[in-house]
């Protein structure tokens, strides 16, 4: 293929069409116009990236499949990118730079980016094999999966969800909050325990106020009856009812194109800083498909490993890093400042949710006792109102966060973490962020407080004007200027005079 | 004595004009008793202020005899020293300096600073006479730093930009209000009349990174507060307009029939759901829907005929070095909403200075020409010329934006001369010192003022002009209502109007063209010059302003003004809006890691811009004397300062130092200095940077800062005060 100018165009093509391959190829658009590079996106599913985060939403009618759309394949076809939906990649070629669709065809590169993603976990139960779910039994990955679990709630109110992390608990809350009767099945003692510590029990209690019966224990096994879900049986024979069960037990990095054509691979596909894949030359791998290793010690931007996090963000983050890069190499231009690695944020965990508010990030297993130096946890429990907040500093930086049923104490937290933020030495003014209020009850301002704050009159000029004889609020604006700006302070001049003359007729 | 009539007029200060009387008195000499009693001011009824007036607006007449007066030009003697000198002395001086400097640098080595608070009149002669009399194309004016963001989002997304195209009574009968970075409270006083009806209804919705006055107003169920960390405006605007198209809340008929850009604009808000806004913002994300429905309930009730939804922005959002994709942020989530051009709701933005919005109609833009015209549009320059009287080539191509400008200030090919109208740019623009240096290198320095301003101090020439209560003219107020603005008292003599001077140094100038004195003669031709741009004047002369009718514009000839725009059409050529996708930049301060503490500088109700009048109305001085800190009690524990702590606050631009004024009404990473106050204490010493791509507009809300406390023996002593004066 040749571009306009004469010279080859850089053939790069994508493998995967999700939300980090809709980034990367945003980045890549100018050169596809200029002719410097020829793009082709291959994604399996049938239509362009959309916003996984938001599938539970449209699975329960909160929003629509055309709202969480990150791409449009017409445009993208109309700049000139060679878009293949519904297509899957059987094999990568290296020797020849080619990859092998599943229709007999193949396509050539000069550079290779595998954005694969990752699929959801299907735990081992009796009643389902991994060739193909039942009816009423889904993940809820994709729009087929938010498709199938409408119809069912259509059919059914009663939903089960298999499955106590962020998901799990997401996709609960979003059926119940829709009038879906839900029971939440985990594993563990209470939901996200691993991630909140005491925390996930102030959270299993505000999910029992939704309505959500919450259940632990290990699955077994489904039961069917004419060919549907009707049920999940655990571990002591429980029988859990219900008419759909979304099994949400996290996902794992789709890495078998990789394996298939010798990539190292450990739980991603294993990158270097670059996110170049170890060993090769002209392939990458970007998103939940990828795991960066960094070997140089030196390097200030990695510490270590970095796995797949199943969060959309640092995929987007590393979309940018590979499409400044792309750019720079390809049109000479000086590399920007997102064509180096991001800094490494621990996974911040933050529920998507109507009515339940529960963030975490970072260590939170710290304890407060602890003496190691530097280290410092801050722990706030008020069961009763369901509230819960736990922060952990090193040096005074927050490095761990849990917050629960605060929503404003985590938000800043929050924002603080992304921002390796010190926290101030008052830990206790974050949580009044979540107080009543106005805070202390107003006590009566002295006669220097200021009154009408348009003409800056203190309350003690205008108690003066009506001791010298103004009965209304208009005589004491024509007498002191109070009031005449906004007016907002009319009602405290009528105080006033009311106070005078009450006082006045007073025995 | 004759019993005195009042002169019907409008305030000085802010873009609200609020309609006020002017009574002249028995006339005082200049510096006799620092009482100023010749003249006295009363509020007016008028439907922008209902007769409200804040304290600045009651004390302005305390300026126009103060002792401080400027009464006769200045002339910078050989020992450097400014002395008094005579008109006669003065401007063939300076006529012969422009020569000189040109004939040696070339045109563009004179250049003219304007300003948003000089009269209609002003700001159209004063672009005509750059590029007439001075033959140069640099020109550009203080509005740059104020409201150049919003200018530049309005018209990209309705094709022209009135800040608000409607009526401010209109407010009245809003059920809800988002006021995006405006404390109008403090800035505008009397506007929050038009509040109460949002705030009764629960809709009153302030985005402030401060609890400010205004922010306050939503207390006890009024409305929602919203308080973002600084620079982060952006992602909030996007995460609302994410809720109200993930909700289905948006106007589908609306954005059908009258708006294009929707399907882009949506894909790039799929991005941004409110929990990973509240990740960038800090705003919660419960807060983030609960407002986006607010505003939809608001909408839609005001497309029924109900009480509608406004969205208003203020420079909290629009001074940034993204301000111009933030505020087009806003008007998405408006157009989302069907709020522009419509009866019952609607999109604008809250001029700031007197003049504002006149001043950034006529001609002292850089790129523009009379009428809101574009410079390098050729029928603009045509129609504009054949007005003058000149040839097209007679009138330069566009100069450079304010930042630029003064960045050029003494450099080789740079700016030599420079001519400043109604503004004191080594206070109000950023980077001050380096704008001071720049003003100290230039072979003549021209600054026209009543004040020795911390500009005119720095002045080869200083030229004594009148204040708004003596001269006649027209102001365009906020809502694009052009007011008369009439003499009232008589001037000092020795002071003379900037129209004047501009006639004189014109005539010496030999340029081509009227230059007149008179304020109506140059209105006149004003309009003329307008006829058929986007702000149309045609229609308008002092007999229709004077006969007291409402007169927005556009006011072609033959019609009768143009109270609410867009309501048929948006004035680009398909009449449609633009919804232009917007997303936040990777290398904002807000994003850097660690945090650092996060500079917001702004105004108080007590004074105005650069400060040079309000900080000689002894009332006004003594409410607010000088520069003050705020910053919240646990920043100032950690950073070991207390309260009343004199303290030093360090960017990557220079120092400044004020008093820590403790309180819990800021973010904990955000300190907010005001901007009145000069020398040591001037907050702009600390601004400066890149400026927005599009709009020119510089960073003044979100400087990265330190703060220490300053050595504790000067506090013991007590003498800090003295470092201010």
Same mark, same amino acid.
């Given at each position: 293929?040749?571009?306009?100018?004469?010279?080859?165009?850089?053939?790069?093509?994508?493998?995967?069409?999700?939300?980090?391959?809709?980034?990367?190829?945003?980045?890549?658009?100018?050169?596809?116009?200029?002719?410097?590079?020829?793009?082709?996106?291959?994604?399996?599913?049938?239509?362009?990236?959309?916003?996984?985060?938001?599938?539970?939403?449209?699975?329960?009618?909160?929003?629509?499949?055309?709202?969480?759309?990150?791409?449009?394949?017409?445009?993208?076809?109309?700049?000139?990118?060679?878009?293949?939906?519904?297509?899957?990649?059987?094999?990568?070629?290296?020797?020849?730079?080619?990859?092998?669709?599943?229709?007999?065809?193949?396509?050539?590169?000069?550079?290779?980016?595998?954005?694969?993603?990752?699929?959801?976990?299907?735990?081992?139960?009796?009643?389902?094999?991994?060739?193909?779910?039942?009816?009423?039994?889904?993940?809820?990955?994709?729009?087929?999966?938010?498709?199938?679990?409408?119809?069912?709630?259509?059919?059914?109110?009663?939903?089960?969800?298999?499955?106590?992390?962020?998901?799990?608990?997401?996709?609960?809350?979003?059926?119940?909050?829709?009038?879906?009767?839900?029971?939440?099945?985990?594993?563990?003692?209470?939901?996200?325990?691993?991630?909140?510590?005491?925390?996930?029990?102030?959270?299993?209690?505000?999910?029992?106020?939704?309505?959500?019966?919450?259940?632990?224990?290990?699955?077994?096994?489904?039961?069917?009856?004419?060919?549907?879900?009707?049920?999940?049986?655990?571990?002591?024979?429980?029988?859990?009812?219900?008419?759909?069960?979304?099994?949400?037990?996290?996902?794992?990095?789709?890495?078998?194109?990789?394996?298939?054509?010798?990539?190292?691979?450990?739980?991603?596909?294993?990158?270097?800083?670059?996110?170049?894949?170890?060993?090769?030359?002209?392939?990458?791998?970007?998103?939940?498909?990828?795991?960066?290793?960094?070997?140089?010690?030196?390097?200030?931007?990695?510490?270590?490993?970095?796995?797949?996090?199943?969060?959309?963000?640092?995929?987007?983050?590393?979309?940018?890093?590979?499409?400044?890069?792309?750019?720079?190499?390809?049109?000479?231009?000086?590399?920007?400042?997102?064509?180096?690695?991001?800094?490494?944020?621990?996974?911040?965990?933050?529920?998507?949710?109507?009515?339940?508010?529960?963030?975490?990030?970072?260590?939170?297993?710290?304890?407060?006792?602890?003496?190691?130096?530097?280290?410092d946890?801050a722990?706030?429990?008020?069961?009763?109102?369901?509230?819960?907040?736990?922060m952990?500093t090193?040096?005074g930086?927050l490095?761990?966060?849990?917050?629960?049923?605060?929503?404003r104490t985590?938000?800043e937290l929050?924002l603080l973490?992304?921002?390796?933020s010190e926290l101030p030495a008052d830990r206790s003014s974050l949580l009044r962020l979540?107080g009543?209020?106005?805070g202390?009850?107003?006590?009566?301002?002295?006669?220097?407080?200021?009154?009408?704050?348009?003409?800056?009159?203190?309350?003690?000029?205008?108690?003066?004007?009506?001791?010298?004889?103004?009965?209304?609020?208009?005589?004491?604006?024509?007498?002191?200027?109070?009031?005449?700006?906004?007016?907002?302070?009319?009602?405290?001049?009528?105080?006033?005079?009311?106070?005078?003359?009450?006082?006045?007729?007073?025995? | 004595? $004759?019993?005195?009539?009042?002169?019907?007029?409008?305030?000085?200060?802010?873009?609200?004009?609020?309609?006020?009387?002017?009574?002249?008195?028995?006339?005082?000499?200049?510096?006799?008793? *620092?009482?100023?009693?010749?003249?006295?001011?009363?509020?007016?009824?008028?439907?922008?202020?209902?007769?409200?007036?804040?304290?600045?607006?009651?004390?302005?007449?305390?300026?126009?005899?103060?002792?401080?007066?400027?009464?006769?030009?200045?002339?910078?003697? /050989?020992?450097?020293?400014?002395?008094?000198?005579?008109?006669?002395?003065?401007? /063939?001086?300076?006529?012969?300096?422009?020569?000189?400097?040109?004939?040696?640098?070339?045109?563009?080595?004179?250049?003219?600073?304007?300003?948003? *608070?000089?009269?209609?009149?002003?700001?159209?002669?004063?672009?005509?006479?750059?590029?007439?009399?001075?033959?140069?194309?640099?020109?550009?004016?203080?509005?740059?730093?104020?409201?150049?963001?919003?200018?530049?989002?309005?018209?990209?997304?309705?094709?022209?930009?009135?800040?608000? $195209?409607?009526?401010?009574?209109?407010?009245?009968?809003?059920?809800?209000?988002?006021?995006?970075?405006?404390?109008?409270?403090?800035?505008?006083?009397?506007?929050?009349?038009?509040?109460?009806?949002?705030?009764?209804?629960?809709?009153?919705?302030?985005?402030?990174p401060r609890r400010?006055?205004?922010?306050?107003?939503?207390?006890? *169920?009024?409305?929602?507060?919203?308080q973002?960390t600084?620079?982060?405006?952006?992602?909030?605007?996007?995460?609302?307009?994410?809720?109200?198209?993930?909700?289905?809340?948006?106007?589908?008929?609306?954005?059908?029939?009258?708006?294009?850009?929707?399907?882009?604009?949506?894909?790039?808000?799929?991005?941004?759901?409110?929990?990973?806004?509240?990740?960038?913002?800090g705003?919660?994300?419960?807060?983030?829907?609960?407002?986006?429905?607010?505003?939809?309930?608001?909408?839609?009730?005001?497309?029924?005929?109900?009480?509608?939804?406004?969205?208003?922005?203020?420079?909290?959002?629009?001074?940034?070095?993204?301000?111009?994709?933030?505020?087009?942020?806003?008007?998405?989530?408006?157009?989302?909403? *069907?709020?522009?051009? #419509?009866?019952?709701?609607?999109?604008?933005?809250? #001029?700031?200075?007197?003049?504002?919005?006149?001043?950034?109609?006529?001609?002292?833009?850089?790129?523009?020409?009379?009428?809101?015209?574009?410079?390098?549009?050729?029928?603009?320059?045509?129609?504009?010329?054949?007005?003058?009287?000149?040839?097209?080539?007679?009138?330069?191509?566009?100069?450079?934006?304010?930042?630029?400008?003064?960045?050029?200030?003494?450099?080789?090919?740079?700016?030599?001369?420079?001519?400043?109208?109604?503004?004191?740019?080594?206070?109000?623009?950023?980077?001050?010192?380096?704008?001071?240096?720049?003003?100290?290198?230039?072979?003549?320095?021209?600054?026209?003022?009543?004040?020795?301003?911390?500009?005119?101090?720095?002045?080869?020439?200083?030229?004594?002009?009148?204040?708004?209560?003596?001269?006649?003219?027209?102001? #365009?107020?906020?809502?694009?209502?052009?007011?008369?603005?009439?003499?009232?008292?008589? $001037?000092?003599?020795?002071?003379?109007?900037?129209?004047?001077?501009?006639?004189?140094?014109?005539?010496?100038?030999?340029?081509?063209?009227?230059?007149?004195?008179?304020?109506?003669?140059?209105?006149?031709?004003?309009?003329?010059?307008?006829?058929?741009?986007?702000?149309?004047?045609?229609?308008?002369?002092?007999?229709?302003?004077?006969?007291?009718?409402?007169?927005?514009?556009?006011? /072609?000839?033959?019609?009768?003004?143009?109270?609410?725009?867009?309501?048929?059409?948006?004035?680009?050529?398909?009449?449609?809006?633009?919804?232009?996708?917007?997303?936040?930049?990777?290398?904002?301060?807000?994003?850097?890691?660690?945090a650092?503490l996060?500079?917001?500088?702004?105004?108080?109700?007590?004074?105005?811009?650069?400060?040079?009048?309000?900080?000689?109305?002894?009332?006004?001085?003594?409410?607010? $004397?000088?520069?003050?800190l705020d910053l919240h009690p646990a920043t100032a524990q950690g950073l070991g300062i207390g309260q009343?702590?004199?303290?030093?606050?360090?960017?990557?631009?220079?120092?400044?130092?004020?008093?820590a004024h403790l309180t819990p009404d800021l973010r904990q990473d955000t300190v907010?200095?005001?901007?009145?106050?000069?020398?040591?204490?001037?907050?702009?010493?600390? #601004?400066?940077?890149?400026?927005?791509?599009?709009?020119?507009?510089?960073?003044?809300?979100?400087?990265?800062?330190?703060v220490?406390?300053?050595?504790?023996?000067?506090?013991?002593?007590?003498?800090?005060?003295?470092?201010?004066?």
């Amino acid at each position: 293929m040749t571009a306009t100018g004469g010279f080859a165009a850089e053939r790069i093509v994508i493998v995967g069409f999700g939300p980090v391959a809709a980034r990367l190829l945003e980045h890549l658009e100018h050169l596809v116009t200029t002719g410097a590079v020829a793009v082709t996106v291959i994604g399996q599913e049938p239509e362009p990236a959309y916003n996984r985060v938001l599938v539970a939403d449209v699975a329960v009618g909160r929003t629509r499949e055309a709202a969480i759309r990150l791409a449009d394949a017409s445009a993208l076809a109309a700049l000139g990118v060679d878009v293949r939906l519904g297509a899957r990649v059987t094999r990568v070629d290296r020797p020849f730079r080619r990859v092998l669709l599943d229709d007999g065809g193949s396509v050539d590169y000069d550079r290779l980016v595998l954005a694969t993603g990752s699929r959801p976990v299907l735990p081992r139960l009796a009643g389902i094999d991994d060739a193909l779910l039942p009816a009423g039994v889904s993940f809820l990955r994709d729009l087929a999966d938010a498709r199938a679990l409408s119809s069912a709630m259509a059919a059914d109110r009663r939903i089960v969800v298999l499955g106590g992390g962020i998901l799990g608990i997401e996709a609960a809350l979003a059926a119940a909050e829709e009038g879906a009767r839900v029971t939440l099945v985990h594993s563990g003692r209470a939901p996200l325990e691993r991630h909140l510590g005491d925390g996930a029990r102030v959270l299993g209690a505000a999910l029992a106020r939704t309505g959500i019966t919450v259940t632990g224990g290990a699955s077994t096994g489904i039961t069917l009856t004419d060919g549907r879900f009707s049920g999940l049986t655990l571990e002591g024979g429980l029988q859990v009812e219900g008419g759909a069960l979304v099994i949400a037990c996290g996902v794992r990095p789709r890495t078998e194109l990789a394996d298939g054509c010798d990539l190292n691979t450990a739980a991603g596909i294993l990158v270097d800083h670059d996110l170049r894949a170890l060993d090769t030359r002209d392939i990458w791998a970007i998103g939940d498909c990828a795991e960066v290793r960094c070997w140089d010690p030196s390097c200030a931007g990695c510490s270590g490993t970095t796995v797949p996090q199943g969060l959309i963000g640092p995929g987007w983050q590393q979309a940018d890093q590979l499409g400044a890069a792309f750019t720079a190499e390809l049109t000479g231009a000086l590399p920007s400042a997102a064509a180096g690695p991001p800094d490494r944020r621990d996974p911040l965990l933050l529920l998507k949710a109507r009515g339940v508010d529960a963030v975490t990030a970072g260590e939170t297993d710290a304890d407060p006792w602890s003496t190691e130096p530097g280290l410092d946890v801050a722990v706030w429990t008020d069961t009763g109102h369901g509230r819960y907040a736990k922060m952990v500093t090193r040096d005074g930086v927050l490095t761990g966060l849990v917050c629960v049923g605060m929503p404003r104490t985590g938000a800043e937290l929050v924002l603080l973490f992304e921002r390796g933020s010190e926290l101030p030495a008052d830990r206790s003014s974050l949580l009044r962020l979540d107080g009543v209020e106005g805070g202390a009850p107003a006590l009566r301002p002295g006669p220097e407080a200021t009154l009408c704050r348009c003409a800056g009159i203190t309350r003690g000029a205008v108690e003066a004007s009506v001791r010298a004889g103004c009965t209304t609020v208009q005589e004491v604006s024509a007498g002191t200027r109070a009031g005449t700006g906004c007016g907002g302070c009319h009602e405290d001049i009528r105080a006033a005079i009311e106070q005078h003359y009450a006082a006045a007729v007073a025995p | 004595m $004759p019993a005195q009539v009042g002169t019907a007029t409008h305030c000085p200060y802010c873009a609200l004009q609020c309609a006020m009387t002017v009574t002249a008195g028995a006339g005082s000499v200049r510096g006799d008793t *620092g009482r100023h009693d010749d003249a006295t001011i009363a509020g007016r009824d008028f439907p922008t202020n209902r007769g409200g007036l804040c304290r600045k607006g009651w004390s302005a007449a305390d300026l126009l005899r103060h002792p401080d007066r400027l009464t006769a030009p200045l002339l910078r003697g /050989p020992d450097g020293v400014l002395r008094e000198s005579t008109w006669d002395t003065v401007l /063939p001086l300076i006529s012969q300096r422009v020569r000189s400097i040109q004939a040696e640098h070339g045109q563009d080595a004179v250049a003219v600073f304007g300003g948003g *608070g000089l009269t209609n009149e002003k700001a159209y002669t004063l672009g005509k006479f750059a590029r007439l009399a001075l033959r140069t194309s640099r020109i550009d004016y203080n509005g740059r730093f104020c409201m150049s963001s919003a200018a530049a989002a309005g018209k990209r997304a309705f094709g022209v930009d009135r800040g608000l $195209p409607f009526p401010l009574a209109d407010l009245d009968d809003a059920s809800v209000v988002l006021l995006l970075g405006s404390n109008a409270a403090d800035t505008m006083p009397p506007f929050i009349q038009h509040l109460r009806g949002a705030q009764a209804a629960g809709g009153l919705i302030v985005v402030d990174p401060r609890r400010s006055a205004t922010a306050r107003l939503t207390g006890q *169920g009024q409305g929602l507060h919203l308080q973002p960390t600084p620079g982060t405006d952006l992602a909030l605007l996007l995460g609302l307009a994410h809720v109200v198209v993930a909700e289905g809340l948006e106007d589908r008929a609306f954005l059908a029939s009258r708006t294009r850009g929707y399907e882009d604009a949506a894909r790039e808000l799929a991005r941004w759901w409110p929990e990973r806004v509240q990740a960038v913002t800090g705003v919660p994300a419960p807060l983030i829907r609960a407002t986006a429905r607010l505003l939809a309930r608001g909408a839609r009730s005001g497309t029924a005929g109900g009480p509608g939804a406004y969205i208003l922005t203020g420079r909290g959002i629009e001074q940034h070095a993204d301000g111009t994709d933030t505020t087009t942020a806003a008007i998405n989530l408006a157009l989302l909403l *069907g709020l522009p051009g #419509t009866a019952g709701n609607g999109y604008g933005t809250l #001029t700031g200075q007197g003049n504002g919005q006149g001043g950034r109609e006529h001609g002292q833009k850089a790129d523009q020409l009379p009428g809101y015209r574009g410079i390098t549009d050729p029928a603009a320059r045509a129609h504009v010329a054949s007005v003058w009287g000149v040839p097209e080539v007679a009138i330069p191509g566009p100069g450079l934006p304010a930042v630029e400008l003064l960045a050029s200030l003494g450099r080789p090919d740079g700016t030599r001369c420079l001519f400043v109208h109604g503004a004191n740019v080594a206070v109000s623009a950023p980077d001050a010192s380096a704008v001071i240096a720049g003003l100290e290198s230039l072979d003549l320095l021209v600054v026209s003022d009543f004040f020795l301003s911390e500009t005119a101090a720095l002045a080869d020439v200083v030229l004594p002009v009148l204040q708004w209560a003596e001269e006649e003219g027209t102001v #365009t107020n906020l809502e694009g209502r052009v007011l008369r603005r009439r003499a009232a008292v008589t $001037p000092p003599a020795g002071a003379r109007s900037e129209l004047w001077i501009m006639q004189e140094l014109a005539r010496l100038l030999e340029a081509p063209s009227v230059f007149s004195e008179d304020p109506e003669t140059m209105f006149d031709e004003l309009a003329r010059a307008s006829a058929g741009g986007p702000a149309d004047y045609s229609g308008l002369d002092y007999a229709v302003l004077d006969g007291g009718s409402p007169a927005y514009w556009p006011y /072609p000839t033959g019609s009768t003004g143009t109270p609410r725009l867009f309501l048929d059409t948006f004035a680009h050529s398909d009449g449609r809006a633009v919804l232009v996708p917007v997303t936040p930049r990777a290398d904002s301060a807000a994003a850097r890691i660690p945090a650092p503490l996060l500079l917001a500088t702004g105004r108080l109700l007590e004074h105005y811009q650069s400060g040079t009048q309000t900080r000689r109305v002894p009332e006004l001085l003594a409410a607010r $004397p000088g520069p003050r800190l705020d910053l919240h009690p646990a920043t100032a524990q950690g950073l070991g300062i207390g309260q009343g702590d004199p303290v030093v606050i360090t960017s990557a631009h220079g120092e400044a130092q004020a008093t820590a004024h403790l309180t819990p009404d800021l973010r904990q990473d955000t300190v907010f200095l005001a901007f009145h106050f000069a020398g040591a204490g001037n907050a702009n010493l600390l #601004t400066g940077g890149p400026t927005d791509p599009v709009s020119g507009m510089p960073e003044f809300k979100t400087t990265p800062v330190r703060v220490t406390c300053r050595t504790a023996r000067t506090r013991r002593d007590g003498q800090a005060q003295e470092v201010y004066a």
